[in-house]
């Protein structure tokens, strides 16, 4: 009995070791990062809140949180969201480098992350325009031909970009890219507002959608500001 009770304590301590096992990896070799704390936080109760921290040091961090089912979480520094991970427990790894962040470990990620290069790609060409605005009037071109012709190019993209993402959130709406898309394209919006593709989205959408706390919370802001309008 007594070397029973002699070994308790340890195995009491080892089970608690394999609770806390690190289940998504991070590296980054953005110097600026070193020493900073990253958070990652996930819709509840209408807001975003802390699911688990983790210091960067020498480059490396590292979570233990374990979601009980598949949830987008986003990656914090402070105030500015770095990225999104999906959090389906399958061992993950985040990387953040100058260029590119990505994370590697589940199909739905790789699915998640293709989509945002997409996405990048197009805003960076729009990104772009203002300064072929410049080039062009140093070349001496009309300034009235210029304009045409570049507001044509942000049409386009604009067009393009928003086909994209209709198409990428209608594929996967019975996971949690659907919403978790969605929520990050309408925190960009000055405040909640029905638009017609927002309405269409909500026409189409699935029931796992429809029911998803952020999609329910922004609908219902958004319908209570369109009636304010209206008054």
Same mark, same amino acid.
């Not at 210091?55 to 914090?76: E, W």
């Not at 203002?130 to 009235?144: A, F, T, V, W, Y």
């Given at each position: 009995? !007594?070397?029973?009770?002699?070994? =308790?304590? =340890? =195995?009491?301590?080892?089970?608690? &070791? ?17 020493? #900073?704390?990253? %958070?990652?936080?996930? %819709? ?9 921290? &983790? ?6 961090f590292?979570?233990? %949180?374990? $979601?009980?089912?598949?949830?987008? @979480? ?17 061992p993950?790894? /985040?990387?953040?480098?100058? #260029? ?6 589940? $199909? ?8 945002? #290069? +997409? ?7 729009? $990104? ?8 062009? /009037? ?30 990428? /959130? ?7 890219? $659907? ?8 925190s960009?919006?000055? %405040? ?17 959608? +429809?029911?998803?706390?952020y999609? !329910?919370?922004?609908? #219902?802001? @958004? ?8 008054q």
């Amino acid at each position: 009995m !007594q070397k029973n009770t002699l070994f =308790l304590p =340890l =195995l009491i301590l080892l089970m608690c &070791a394999c609770d806390k096992q690190p289940t998504i990896l991070g590296e980054t070799n953005v110097p600026e990062l070193d020493g #900073r704390m990253l %958070y990652l936080k996930a %819709y509840k109760e209408g807001d975003l809140v802390d699911i688990d921290s &983790a210091q960067v040091v020498h480059g490396r961090f590292h979570f233990t %949180y374990a $979601a009980d089912s598949t949830i987008m @979480a986003n990656l914090f520094i402070g105030d500015e969201s770095l990225m999104p991970v999906v959090i389906d427990g399958s061992p993950l790894t /985040i990387s953040i480098g100058d #260029r590119e962040r990505k994370v590697i470990g589940s $199909a739905l990620n790789d699915t998640l992350f293709q989509f945002i #290069r +997409r996405k990048t790609a197009i805003d960076e060409q729009l $990104a772009e325009i203002p300064h072929r605005e410049s080039q062009m /009037i140093m070349d001496g071109l009309n300034h009235d031909d210029i304009v045409a012709q570049l507001n044509l190019e942000i049409d386009s993209l604009s067009r393009l970009e928003d086909a994209m993402l209709m198409s990428f /959130i209608k594929d996967n709406m019975d996971n949690v890219l $659907a919403p978790g898309v969605f929520m990050i394209i309408t925190s960009a919006l000055p %405040y909640p507002v029905l638009t017609p593709a927002i309405e269409e989205l909500v026409t189409l959408g699935s029931e796992s959608f +429809r029911s998803n706390a952020y999609v !329910q919370d922004y609908l #219902r802001m @958004a319908r209570e500001n369109m009636e304010k309008m209206e008054q």
